[in-house]
């Protein structure tokens, strides 16, 4: 599986960010890499999306998004669902409140 997330910001922006797994994780905006946090490790780790939010000029984006996002699950890619709790725990620690859904 691979993951979208939209996060809500002011007067309509939102900001929609890929997290697939090419060989590794890729953090993807568009069809721009802004992440690749380890590449030697193909699944997404606990604090990855701290890292995207401490790291990037995304992660300014995503602080100042309204707290209710919206987290998609694609039902194709490498991604697993080991990978899901992990991301959906993080962005509970980031203050989000995701809902999934899965397409």
Partial sequence: MKFTLVFSGEEG???SIGCVFASSLVWKLGKRTILSPHPK???YRRRDLHY???KTEVGQIIRSSKKNMCLVV???GHGSDACLIKLEN???DCGFKPKIQHI
């Fill in 90 to 92: 993080d962005l509970i």
């Fill in 13 to 15: 922006f939102d900001c």
């Fill in 41 to 43: 490790q193909p699944l």
């Fill in 52 to 54: 995207l939010i401490e």
């Fill in 74 to 76: 694609h039902s194709f």
